[in-house]
Nanobody, 121 residues
Framework: VQLQACGGGLVQTGGSLRLSCAAS????????VAWYRQAAGQEREFVAA???????NYADSVKDRFTISRDYAKNTLYLDMTGLEPEDTAVYYC????????????????WGQGTLVTVSS
């Protein structure tokens, strides 16, 4: 499974962005999807996820500002970000959980290459 993320860019404080992540390749059955981010010099951190197909959860730092969604028909997930703050500046990574290559038992996470979001103060 390959993931292509896009939508990052430079935005002012209080602005909005929509990140998209298109999955392609040998997709069997994507169950969970997620967004993580990594700021310069920091560890990658959880942002948002949809698990078991319908349940959403968010990091406290983005709750009520970010919305994760997915389009099943297009195998695409999104992250709508509003009220952006300089602390949101990071490379954002999308991930999907699907069967491992050649397996119908084991699953694994596949990750995209990341898209940079920069929020200016």
């Amino acid at each position: 499974v390959q993931l292509q993320a896009c939508g990052g860019g430079l935005v002012q404080t209080g602005g909005s962005l929509r990140l998209s992540c298109a999955a392609s390749g040998n997709i069997v059955r994507i169950n969970s999807v997620a967004w993580y981010r990594q700021a310069a010099g920091q560890e990658r951190e959880f942002v948002a996820a949809i698990t078991s197909g319908v349940r959403t959860n968010y990091a406290d730092s983005v709750k009520d500002r970010f919305t994760i969604s997915r389009d099943y028909a297009k195998n695409t997930l999104y992250l709508d970000m509003t009220g952006l703050e300089p602390e949101d500046t990071a490379v954002y990574y999308c991930g999907v959980n699907d069967y491992a290559p050649g397996s119908r038992v084991s699953t694994m996470w596949y990750w995209g290459q990341g898209t940079l979001v920069t929020v200016s103060s």
